[in-house]
T-cell receptor
Framework: NAGVTQTPKFRILKIGQSMTLQCTQD?????MYWYRQDPGMGLKLIYY???????DKGEVPNGYNVSRSTTEDFPLRLELAAPSQTSVYFC???????????FGEGSWLTVV | AQSVSQHNHHVILSEAASLELGCNYS??????LFWYVQYPGQHLQLLLK??????LVKGIKGFEAEFIKSKFSFNLRKPSVQWSDTAEYFC????????????FGKGTHLIIQP
């Protein structure tokens, strides 16, 4: 059972570099999410999508972009990495609003 | 906007002690409530959830939680903790009709001493 798969698991970036965190789910879920987790702060929503071609900003979208060209994939793009983006990133999905959300294993990103 | 408050950021208990982690939320409408657990270095896993019906819900690994609507609370309990329960615990609320995911509390870091 693959569920929600994120890559890479660990990455170190230099300030100003760009990268894409990949996320794919094989549960045919409509809704997908990107959260970031910082120590003592819980999880904050970056972006979400309710279906292919539809994306929307969450609580902390600045510095990030997303796309949803297929139901399965929801990549998160960092264009100009900054130290404030050092965090653990979690992709998640669910079938519809109100259902249980399933999380990927996380991507640890350090910007130096 | 909804918010979630977890009362304790750090809790240290000895094995076999009883556990209660507090969670309060602010939202006046229908809510779905969740407790997730994150073991060291791992992703979030669902412990239990409340959507409707019996306000006392049982989850995995002997955990349970009680939804008290009048107090806007959803406290997590376990009668006897084990060393393997050392983890971070997150309470989360979903307004049900909203598409924008869960609102999480800041988490409680639980350490169980052998």
């Amino acid at each position: 059972n693959a569920g929600v798969t994120q890559t890479p698991k660990f990455r170190i970036l230099k300030i100003g570099q760009s990268m894409t965190l990949q996320c794919t789910q094989d549960m045919n879920h409509n809704y997908m999410y990107w959260y970031r987790q910082d120590p003592g702060m819980g999880l904050k929503l970056i972006y979400y999508s309710v279906g292919a071609g539809i994306t929307d900003k969450g609580e902390v979208p600045n510095g990030y972009n997303v796309s949803r060209s297929t139901t399965e994939d929801f990549p998160l793009r960092l264009e100009l990495a900054a130290p404030s983006q050092t965090s653990v990133y979690f992709c998640a999905s669910r079938q519809q609003a109100g259902n249980t959300i399933y999380f990927g294993e996380g991507s640890w990103l350090t910007v130096v | 906007a909804q918010s979630v408050s977890q009362h304790n950021h750090h809790v240290i208990l000895s094995e076999a002690a009883s556990l209660e982690l507090g969670c309060n939320y602010s939202y006046g409408g229908t809510v779905n409530l969740f407790w997730y657990v994150q073991y060291p270095g791992q992703h979030l896993q669902l412990l239990l959830k409340y959507f409707s019906g019996d306000p006392l819900v049982k989850g995995i690994k002997g955990f349970e939680a009680e939804f008290i609507k009048s107090k806007f609370s959803f406290n997590l309990r376990k009668p006897s903790v084990q060393w393997s329960d050392t983890a971070e615990y997150f309470c989360a609320v979903d307004s049900g009709g909203g598409a924008d995911g869960l609102t999480f509390g800041k988490g409680t870091h639980l350490i169980i001493q052998p």
